[in-house]
């Protein structure tokens, strides 16, 4: 049984950081892409950032500079670094792992 479970997120001031973990199986998680994704409210689910096995990163232009995604492959979980946050941040972030299994989400508000 597969499994993908985000965490980290929570209420933080403009400005502010947070880290978000997702942790998922090794089957699914070993030699795959591994995608942080997010959706506001009315609003489609974006892209933000993904990296590759061999950890190659890309980023939505919206994030460039202010978010670093990693992955620890000795623990099958990816991080996501969010610096200099915005209220425009605000959203259910989702982990996606080999472009099939997601997660339930972790809720980001940006707010002071």
């Known amino acids: 049984q597969v499994h993908v479970v985000e965490s980290g997120g929570g209420l933080v001031q403009p400005g502010g950081s947070l880290r978000l973990s997702c942790a998922a199986s090794?089957?699914?998680?070993?030699?795959?892409?591994m995608d942080w994704y997010r959706q506001a409210p009315g609003k489609e689910r974006e892209l933000v950032a993904l990296?590759?096995?061999?950890?190659?990163?890309d980023y939505a232009d919206s994030v460039k500079g202010r978010f670093t995604i990693s992955r620890d492959n000795g623990k099958n979980t990816v991080y996501l670094q969010m610096n200099s946050l915005k209220p425009e941040d605000t959203a259910v972030y989702y982990c996606?792992?080999?472009?099939?299994?997601w997660g339930q989400g972790t809720q980001v508000t940006v707010s002071s």
């Open positions: 996606r792992a080999a472009g099939r299994w």
């Open positions: 090794g089957s699914i998680f070993s030699g795959n892409v």
């Open positions: 990296v590759t096995s061999g950890g190659i990163t």
